[in-house]
T-cell receptor, first 115, second 113 residues
């Protein structure tokens, strides 16, 4: 169990650029979640996958955001035409199923800064 | 919809003193509740969870929490604070059958010598 891995850890980009983050979940975890955390707040749910299927998207996920999980393994989160308000920590979590005894395990996040 | 409210955005405790972090939940069904800890520039680490059964839940690093249905509370405690407990703590509830978590706003804990 190597834990949830997220890359890059930090991303600085200019407004209007596109960015892509990657999340590698714990192997054999079929559930994968993306959250966004702004300064001084708790994480907010963005979207989640069961295997390769994206099952729910938050209203926070505008049409500039897209997430994929090809083959049900790693996932990518892309933000197009970044805006100042996109600056945040993007957290990925994974679990095996959604039962109460299967908690979500979090990665260390990708911190996005928009110049 | 299920939600949690954390009372107090900042708590300062002396080393060796009791740590008490408050969390109240809103739920129409028996909730699944969690406490996570976040150190600077890191992700969230699970401290403990309440699902069913025993209402006093013991977690890692000497923390425990008590589920009180009558008070809709799930407060986190540690008898004796250590400098390494300085971090941000989040209470969370599993908000729907799909498993996504609804987090509170967090409580920043500062431990003074």
């Amino acid at each position: 169990d190597t834990g949830v891995s997220q890359n890059p850890r930090h991303k600085i980009t200019k407004r209007g650029q596109n960015v892509t983050f990657r999340c590698d979940p714990i192997s054999e975890h079929n559930r994968l979640y993306w959250y966004r955390q702004t300064l001084g707040q708790g994480p907010e749910f963005l979207t989640y996958f069961q295997n390769e299927a994206q099952l729910e998207k938050s209203r926070l996920l505008s049409d500039r955001f897209s997430a994929e999980r090809p083959k049900g393994s790693f996932s990518t989160l892309e933000i197009q035409r970044t805006e100042q308000g996109d600056s945040a920590m993007y957290l990925c979590a994974s679990s095996f199923g959604d039962g109460p005894n299967q908690p979500q395990h979090f990665g260390d996040g990708t911190r996005l800064s928009i110049l | 919809a299920q939600s949690v409210t954390q009372l107090g955005s900042h708590v300062s405790v002396s080393e060796g003193a009791l740590v008490l972090l408050r969390c109240n939940y809103s739920s129409s069904v028996p909730p699944y509740l969690f406490w996570y800890v976040q150190y600077p520039n890191q992700g969230l680490q699970l401290l403990l969870k309440y699902t069913t059964g025993a209402t006093l839940v013991k977690g890692i690093n000497g923390f425990e929490a008590e589920f009180k249905k009558s008070e809709t509370s799930f407060h986190l405690t540690k008898p004796s604070a250590h400098m390494s407990d300085a971090a941000e703590y989040f209470c969370a509830v599993k908000s729907d059958s799909w498993g996504k978590l609804q987090f509170g706003a967090g409580t920043q804990v500062v431990v003074t010598p």
